[in-house]
């Protein structure tokens, strides 16, 4: 009877999982005095590739540059056939990812560094994107521009 019986559902299969309380003790995860000097896949950080991803709510724009800031790839949704209103959707967005991921790693990139601009529905995706195209993030910074003193609200309509 017990062999007739489904096997018990241990989740997806290559589903990651992470016990939160074990990596937070272990030090590695945040950023210390040390981290540009320490080696990701014999590389130092501050010499590991940048991909840019610009989230605006009408395109998402994705570039990978080297450490120094020099253009190496660009890809947008535009470019990818995506027009119109399309092109601010996050399926464009990670479908601009996997295709740059891909055209990165054709080229050798293995690993790279990963800096977000911009408040479009792209931002997520796009990691994600990066991700399923075989590139390795080491970081995720948030670059998004915050004005504290933004200008003055239209006046109110008058009926």
Request: aromatic share 4%.
């Amino acid at each position: 009877m017990l062999a007739s019986m489904p096997v018990k559902d241990e989740g997806t299969e290559g589903e990651k999982s992470i016990i939160v309380d074990a990596t937070i003790k272990s030090k590695d995860i945040y950023p210390d005095e040390d981290t540009p000097n320490k080696l990701f896949g014999g590389i130092p950080f501050s010499d590991l590739p940048i991909c840019h991803i610009r989230a605006s709510p009408n395109n998402t724009i994705l570039s990978v540059t080297d450490s120094k800031g020099g253009v190496k790839m660009l890809r947008s949704c535009g470019m990818e056939g995506f027009k119109n209103t399309r092109k601010g959707t996050n399926i464009a967005a990670q479908a601009t990812a996997i295709s740059l991921s891909t055209a990165a790693v054709t080229k050798g990139y293995k690993m790279v560094r990963v800096k977000v601009q911009g408040l479009g529905p792209g931002r997520m995706s796009a990691i994600k994107g990066l991700q399923m195209g075989g590139l390795d993030i080491i970081s995720i910074t948030d670059n998004t521009k915050v004005s504290w003193n933004p200008p003055r609200p239209r006046k109110q309509k008058k009926l």
